[in-house]
């Protein structure tokens, strides 16, 4: 596994956008796998800026996001399919036929999704960001690691985290339907990123911890390309370790 630690979180960001604008450059029918949540909202902000000054053409690449809330309306505001066109998919030219979330709450929609990507050729770069709990995706801390795109029930810790989206608490889905860790390990290359201090303690265990579901990105150690991209204050006590 790769840890670069940036000056501030919007650069940590940024650098994610760069490798995945490199993956499009290269391959331009890439596979993205794409995350929502705050943390990547600069990397997302990037790639509009370089696709409006011609550097990146999304025509022909394919996304799947990681995850989606169960019993939400997708034109809800609060929505994953909402948020991804509101920072990505209304300001570049993706083709909406090639944008995917998950959707749906039962075994096949998640079934249905997994032989999307599959037939898609896979992923090639997943962009992820990190619960406080060492969530990705919606792969809360568990007693196993999940395979396959399945629904979840949130942990309490994570309702909490995504309050702030909401009215209140009470108004935060209690269930989403997410890829698995065997998604997330067969794409090709991951890029995780990690910025504030309420993700150190998650950071560290990421990288310096035993391989456990109770820590779900832990299982990233295992994965041949891996980077993760942290600002100081995520990043601090993988750097006091290493000092
Ligand atoms: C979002 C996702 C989640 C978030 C994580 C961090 O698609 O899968 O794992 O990446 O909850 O969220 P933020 O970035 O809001 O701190």
Sequence with gaps: MEFHVYESARAACEAAGV????????????VLGLATGSTPIPAYEMLVQWYERGVIDFDRVRTFNLDEYVG???????????????????????????????????????????????????????????GR???IGFNEPAKDFTFGTHVVTLTQDTIEANARFFKSPDDVPRQA???????????????????GADKADAVY????GPITPQVPASILQLHPCCVILADHEAGALV????R
């Design 133 to 135: 709990n060492g969530h």
């Design 72 to 130: 939400i309306d997708h034109k809800n505001p609060l929505s994953y399919h909402a948020f991804m066109q509101e920072h990505l998919f209304s300001k570049v030219n993706l083709r909406p036929e090639n944008t995917h979330l998950p959707s749906g709450h039962s075994a096949e929609a998640g079934l249905r999704y997994d032989r999307a990507i599959h037939e898609a050729g896979g992923i090639d770069i997943q962009l992820l960001g990190i």
């Design 239 to 242: 750097e006091r370790e290493s």
């Design 205 to 208: 265990k990421t990288l310096c």
């Design 177 to 195: 339907i997410s890829m698995g860790i065997g998604n997330i390990m067969a794409a090709k290359c991951v890029v995780l990123v990690a910025t």
């Design 19 to 30: 490798l995945i604008a490199a993956q499009v450059t290269r391959k331009g029918d890439s």
